[in-house]
């Protein structure tokens, strides 16, 4: 009998259904990988904004993670929405059970709403980040995690430099919101800089892209790629769904990102 590869998420669900936990799962069954995942905060959201924000009881993730990791073969893991500093330690406390992490650091949303309280980016770099197989800030996420502006791509190169020495395998700094002819996210690997590149699409529909990026990666190191194979599948993943997007009107604000044909 075949035991399918399983990846875990550990992230905020989205009511709307376009981000956090909800793109995450979609990711994992649209690379054939069975999903698990710890739920660390509930918010009210859609595509116009945040309303409301639940974080889980810290208690709780730990629960929900011991609950997985005593049964599951989980192979490789993505991060989102963590919500607290407690959570983020929490969470690198049991990275030794986490193979194949991909940390997207999320701070605020498409919509520009918070989603974090306290000091998570200090716990971000110090405790999480020299665990992280992949590291995926945004512009403004490497902005907050490093406390300087992040706005071109030789400021992202800059940045991928500076949040790798904490101690990360990968740091890739999306320029999601950098709009040109090309998508460029800028990929510090084992000491490299390079960059990503895909054709920009042109849609409003963007709600979940970084979600899907980070869990689409995860989905393809679970299933064996390498770190640079994962990174280049997921790139192409996420640009097609955005095509798909790009053709539906879903809510009043900004869209659900969709999934390839
Ligand atoms: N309009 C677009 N056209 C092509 N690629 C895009 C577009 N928007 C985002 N991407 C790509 O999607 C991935 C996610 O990047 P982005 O910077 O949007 O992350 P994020 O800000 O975390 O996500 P979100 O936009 O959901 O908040 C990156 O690979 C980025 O280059
Ligand atoms: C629960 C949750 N997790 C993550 C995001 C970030 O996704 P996006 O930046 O696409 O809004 C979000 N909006 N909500």
């Not at 995450?24 to 924000?53: E, I, K, P």
């Not at 999320?106 to 992280?132: M, Q, W």
């Not at 706005?151 to 190169?157: I, N, Q």
Request: charge should be negative; charged fraction near 15%; glycine fraction near 10%.
């Amino acid at each position: 009998m075949r035991e399918p590869q399983v990846a875990l998420t550990i992230a905020g669900s989205d009511s709307g259904g376009g981000a956090g936990i909800q793109a995450d799962l979609r990711a994992f069954t649209m690379h054939g990988v069975f999903g698990a995942s710890v739920v660390t905060a509930l918010t009210a959201q859609n595509t116009v904004g945040v309303h409301g924000v639940a974080a889980t009881a810290t208690e709780f993730v730990a629960a929900q993670l011991d609950a997985v990791l005593n049964d599951l073969p989980v192979v490789a893991v993505k991060t989102g929405m963590l919500a607290t500093p407690s959570t983020v330690e929490l969470v690198a406390a049991y990275a030794p059970r986490l193979p194949g992490l991909v940390v997207d650091p999320v701070l605020v949303a498409t919509s520009g709403d918070p989603l974090f309280t306290g000091d998570v980016a200090t716990a971000y770099r110090e405790k999480l980040f020299p665990h992280a197989t992949v590291v995926t800030p945004n512009l403004h996420e490497a902005g907050v995690l490093l406390d300087r502006k992040v706005s071109t791509v030789d400021d992202m190169r800059a940045a991928a430099e500076d949040l790798a020495a904490t101690g990360a395998r990968c740091v890739v700094v999306k320029g999601g919101h950098l709009p040109g002819t090309d998508a460029v996210d800028v990929v510090w690997l084992d000491g490299v800089v390079s960059e990503l590149t895909a054709p920009w699409v042109n849609t409003r529909n963007t709600h979940g892209t970084g979600c899907t990026f980070a869990s689409a990666t995860a989905a393809l190191l679970a299933k064996g790629a390498s770190v640079r194979e994962a990174l280049t599948g997921a790139k192409t993943y996420v640009n097609e769904s955005l095509r798909r997007s790009a053709a539906w009107r879903l809510g009043a604000g900004s869209g659900p990102v969709g999934w390839p044909d």
